[in-house]
């Protein structure tokens, strides 16, 4: 079995098309002492696989706490990806996250597997306009960290990122009350995440999250940054806000559990 591709090699290579392989590289770059890389080419194409210990990630392990590993796969072909799955451990839980159908077949050869969700990424089609009402800060009140920390974004994860210029916040006020607001941040270089889009519940239904959406869409566009917003299948009122702020899918990651 091949050792483990460096993950300077691995990240070189994927950061060729950053918008891509975002949900790759950053897992390399958010746990680098957790994770494992593994890429093979021909002239098909190319195969990453990138394994996280499921115990370092919030999200799995609430989401699959029988879970030792998280395979992380991109491919441009089925026997690639088939390549890669001897650095898969056997006899453990784990969830793959496949960013193609056609990578199922391989996978589900070898390890039986039970599908359980997938996330569809956006991001922008063309130009959007600030809206006049929504203001960039990088230091918002505490009321707007209060509606962030309702989507799971702490104010001790965000105001570093805020202060450290990593990050930006779109807020709708009027006057002091703060009514909406949205976060921007580095991802991955050039691909930022538009998210924490979040309406205070008395002023809901009035198309406050879509314009702060697209003032955050304005700014990243002016900064030359690629935007991507992630949204949870079946949450409609999201998808919804995507499409109406302007957005479009480019990449759907599938979840899969062995074992858990």
């Known amino acids: 079995m091949a050792p483990p591709a460096t993950a300077k090699t691995v990240i070189d290579a994927l950061a060729r098309d950053p918008l891509r392989?975002?949900?790759?590289?950053?897992?390399?770059?958010?746990?680098?002492?957790?994770?494992?890389?593994?890429?093979?080419?021909?002239?098909?194409?190319?195969?990453?696989?990138?394994?996280?210990?499921?115990?370092?990630?919030?999200?799995?392990?609430?989401a699959y706490p029988g879970a030792a590993v998280v395979a992380f796969i991109d491919?441009?072909?089925p026997d690639l990806t088939a390549a890669l799955l001897g650095h898969v451990p056997r006899g453990v839980g784990v969830v793959f996250k496949l960013a193609s159908d056609a990578d199922?077949?391989?996978?589900?050869?070898?390890?039986?597997v039970v599908r359980r969700t997938a996330f569809t990424s956006f991001t922008a089609a063309g130009e959007a306009a600030a809206a006049p009402d929504v203001r960039l800060t990088s230091a918002p009140d505490d009321t707007a960290f209060?509606?962030?920390?309702?989507?799971?974004?702490?104010?001790?994860?965000?105001?570093p990122l805020l202060a450290g210029g990593q990050a930006f916040a779109c807020v709708a006020a009027?006057?002091?009350?703060?009514?909406?607001?949205?976060?921007?941040?580095?991802?991955?270089?050039?691909?930022?995440?538009?998210?924490?889009?979040?309406?205070?519940?008395?002023?809901?239904?009035?198309g406050l999250g879509r314009r702060v959406?697209?003032?955050a869409l304005a700014e990243l566009a002016r900064r030359g940054l690629a935007p991507r917003y992630q949204?949870?299948?079946?949450?409609?009122?999201?998808?919804?806000?995507?499409?109406?702020?302007?957005l479009v899918p480019f990449l759907t990651v599938t979840h899969y559990t062995h074992g858990c």
């Open 231 to 246: 949204v949870e299948e079946g949450n409609e009122a999201s998808i919804g806000l995507a499409r109406s702020a302007g």
């Open 21 to 62: 392989h975002v949900v790759l590289l950053k897992q390399l770059l958010a746990y680098p002492a957790h994770t494992e890389a593994h890429r093979v080419s021909d002239a098909r194409g190319a195969a990453t696989l990138i394994a996280l210990k499921a115990s370092a990630s919030p999200y799995d392990r609430q």
């Open 104 to 112: 199922l077949a391989p996978v589900a050869a070898r390890f039986e």
């Open 146 to 159: 209060r509606l962030f920390e309702t989507q799971g974004h702490d104010r001790a994860w965000l105001g």
């Open 213 to 215: 959406v697209r003032t």
């Open 75 to 77: 491919s441009d072909h």
């Open 174 to 206: 009027d006057g002091d009350e703060t009514r909406a607001a949205c976060i921007a941040f580095e991802n991955f270089g050039p691909v930022w995440e538009v998210g924490g889009v979040v309406t205070a519940p008395a002023h809901r239904r009035r």
